[in-house]
């Protein structure tokens, strides 16, 4: 069934007064008649939300039986190993396809080099095993860059105020490997370094994983919208300077297409531009230019933006979600990332 909003006003056939029966302009053309009902906007309807559109990111914390709110992601918790098996097979039940898996790592365990990231046993790692092996038909994406390990907040190694590319490859390509070992399917590079997508795909080969795909953060802006996300992984207070020097700048669009065009030709077997909603216009651009499985991440800020303001009443909460996602699909994303997929499936499973 079609999306439903509000009290209906609909316009209606058979018999009118007079008033109504008898239009004063005379137009050949009225674009209304095809709004006339729900019927009518169903038959013509360009775009349409599904549960198979949807990627749920969760975050993964240390613990047993935790689920911890996180503030500024109002109605998105940490969880514990346990319970993200338990938001796994919700997933499973709303039908959506795949998830994705972020993890707030103790300060303690984040050093310089965030070597907590090639930890056969991260939490990313005992998440994936445990969910696989309850799930085995659930899809699993695990993010690629050193940010949620790193003392410094950094998606790469800092020598002297600088981050290096080629190093910092060489270890991501180490950590997508323990994630693969781990049971993951999609490998989602979002560190932005370059070349790196051409040297995991190598690596994923090399050591047996052909089938593993990648989902490449291809197009990822420096964005104050991150902001509400580096909470939720603990590196908000532990990030020093920006980040922009690896991550686009956001005044940028062409490069979008490169960037894109590097990673599709390095192996990228679907590409993705994050921030979404203040991005649409690149997520056109690269889905009319490339023609590849195309992804939009709706980032944490854009969360917190319309859940807050729901929150506050000033907005209608589920409207204002389900309108942000079908402008991904008529933007030309395949689908989206988006911390709204298990509110999002349950509204579209219940027809609403
Ligand atoms: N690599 C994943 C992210 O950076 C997510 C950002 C967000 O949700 O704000
Ligand atoms: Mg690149």
Redesign the pocket.
Known sequence: MAIKFGRPIELRDGPRDAATAAPSLDLTTRMRRNRKSEWARRLVRENVLTTDDLIW?LFVVDGNNLRAPIASMPGVDRLSVDQCVRDAERAMKLDIPCIAL?PYTEPSLRDETGSEALNANNLVCQSVRAIKKEFPDLGVLC?V?LDPFTSHGHDGLLQDGRILNDETVAILVRQALVQAEAGCDIIAP?DMMDGRVGAIRNGLDNAGFGDVQIMA?AAKYASA??G??RDAIGSAKTLTGDKRTYQMDSANSDEALREVELDIAEGADMVMVKPGMPYLDIVRRVKDTFAMPTFA?Q???EYAMIAGAANNGWIDGERAMMESLVAFKRAGADGVLTYFAPAAAEKLKAGR
Do not use: C, E, K, R
């Open positions: 990111p972020f993010d860059a979002s953060y919208f991150y509400p996300f991440y980032v944490s800020g």
